[in-house]
C-alpha cells in the first residue's frame, strides 16, 4: 500500500517539529494531533501540514482524527509526571489504545517512539513505562507494520537537556552536578528525523527496534564542561555522589518548575549508550554534538538569533 497520509501524534513538539518538516518536505499530508492548535503556530505555514487539536487521550476523539490517515507515528512523551498525566498512561496506555485503534481502522503501519536503555526491569519508572509501551506495540506486530525507535538523549535547537545546562551555567558561579559520570551517547534531532521518514515505506523497518546513537560516548561531566567550551565560560564542576545527587533531585522536585527528579536520577543509574552501530539502513551518517550545538547556543548574536527564527519556521 502507498502511504500518503501521516497522523503525527506529539509533532508540535521538539522532535515532533524536526520529523514534520522531514515528512512535509517528502512530500507527505501530515495531520499533526496536539492538545493546542496554538502550540503548533511554527507549523502552520508548511504546505503539506494541518494541525488538529485533539484530545489523545479520549479514545472517541482518537479514532475521528485517525480516520483517513495511511500511518501513524506516536512521538509523545514525558520526563516529569504530574497530577495530570503518569507514565504508564502516555508511555504505556497510549500506545496501547493507539495500536488497538489502527488495527480497528485499519491502519497497517505504526511508528513507536521510545527511549534508549528502556526494559521491564530497568531502575526508573520512566524506563520501565517505554519497555511496557514498546510491549504494548509489539503485540499488534502480527496486524501491523511497526517500528520502534529507542533514541539516547537528543539534542538541537530547542531541546531541553543541553539548553537547560546552557541557561544554568550563565547564572550559576558553582555546577553542582548529579550523577558526573553518567554516560550519554547524544543524537542530533535532524538524524532522529531523519530515520523516521525514511523508515515509512521501507519494508525492511517493519517489526524493528532501532537504537539510535551519535557518533561520541560523553559523561555527564563531559558534555556539561563541552556546553562551557562552547560559551566561552568556565565554571567548576562539582560530581555529587549518589545520596547527594538524590538529594538535590527531591529539592528539585519540590520547584515550581521541575528540572530534575529523583526518577531521573535512577535513569542515569544505567548509561544511555548503545552497543550497536546507528542503522545503515536509513543512510544517515551520525552529526556530533560538536558539529551542531555552536549553531543554537550562542544566540546573543545576530546570526543565533536569525537562526532562531529560521527553525520557528521549520527552514
Given at each position: ?7 503525527v ?8 517539529s ?9 512530500g507527505y499530508s501530515v ?6 492548535r ?5 507549523l ?9 487539536e485533539?484530545n489523545?487521550m479520549d479514545?472517541q476523539?482518537?479514532?475521528?482524527a485517525l480516520?483517513g ?5 506516536n ?20 500506545p496501547a ?12 503501519r505504526l511508528?513507536q517512539m521510545?527511549?534508549?536503555?528502556a526494559?521491564?526491569?530497568?531502575p526508573s519508572?520512566?524506563l520501565?513505562s517505554k ?8 503485540a ?11 533514541p539516547?538523549?537528543?539534542?538541537g535547537r530547542?531541546?531541553s537537556?543541553?539548553?537547560l ?15 558526573p559520570?553518567a ?6 534531532v535532524?538524524d ?19 537504537e539510535?546513537a ?6 555527564f561531566?563531559?558534555?556539561v ?9 568556565k565554571?567548576?564542576i ?26 531521573n ?9 548503545s552497543t ?9 551518517e551520525p552529526?556530533?554534538l ?9 544566540d546573543?548574536t545576530q ?13
Amino acid at each position: 500500500m502507498q502511504i500518503r497520509k501521516i497522523a503525527v501524534l506529539g509533532g508540535s513538539g521538539f522532535v515532533g517539529s524536526s520529523v514534520v518538516a522531514k515528512l512535509d518536505q517528502a512530500g507527505y499530508s501530515v495531520t499533526v494531533l496536539t492538545r493546542r492548535r496554538d502550540s503548533a503556530k511554527h507549523l502552520f505555514l508548511l504546505p503539506n501540514v494541518t494541525v488538529v487539536e485533539c484530545n489523545v487521550m479520549d479514545d472517541q476523539a482518537l479514532t475521528a482524527a485517525l480516520k483517513g490517515a495511511d500511518a501513524v507515528i506516536n512521538l509523545i512523551g514525558i520526563l516529569h509526571q504530574s497530577h495530570r498525566a503518569s507514565f504508564d498512561s502516555v508511555h504505556h496506555q497510549l500506545p496501547a489504545r493507539l495500536a488497538k485503534i489502527c488495527d480497528a481502522l485499519g491502519i497497517r503501519r505504526l511508528l513507536q517512539m521510545s527511549s534508549l536503555q528502556a526494559a521491564k526491569s530497568a531502575p526508573s519508572e520512566y524506563l520501565r513505562s517505554k519497555a511496557a509501551g514498546e510491549a504494548a506495540v509489539l503485540a499488534y506486530a502480527k496486524k501491523l507494520d511497526v517500528t520502534i525507535f529507542r533514541p539516547s538523549i537528543i539534542f538541537g535547537r530547542g531541546d531541553s537537556f543541553i539548553n537547560l545546562f546552557a541557561t544554568l551555567i550563565k547564572f550559576l558561579p558553582v555546577v553542582l552536578l548529579a550523577k558526573p559520570n553518567a554516560r550519554f551517547q547524544p543524537t542530533w534531532v535532524e538524524d532522529v528525523a531523519s530515520c523516521f521518514t525514511a523508515s515509512i515505506q521501507n519494508t525492511g523497518t517493519y517489526g524493528q527496534v532501532y537504537e539510535l546513537a551519535g557518533p561520541k560516548v560523553y559523561t555527564f561531566r563531559q558534555l556539561v564542561q563541552q556546553v562551557m567550551t562552547t560559551l566561552g565560560v568556565k565554571r567548576p564542576i562539582i560530581g555529587l555522589c549518589n545520596a547527594l545527587s538524590y538529594a538535590q533531585a527531591f529539592m528539585m522536585e519540590l520547584l515550581p518548575v521541575k528540572l530534575m527528579s529523583r526518577d531521573n536520577v535512577r535513569s542515569m543509574e544505567v548509561d544511555s549508550v548503545s552497543t550497536s552501530l546507528f542503522p545503515v539502513i536509513f543512510g544517515v551518517e551520525p552529526t556530533p554534538l560538536e558539529a551542531v550545538i555552536p549553531e543554537y547556543l550562542v544566540d546573543s548574536t545576530q546570526r543565533g538569533a536569525y537562526d532562531r527564527y529560521r527553525s520557528f519556521a521549520a527552514r
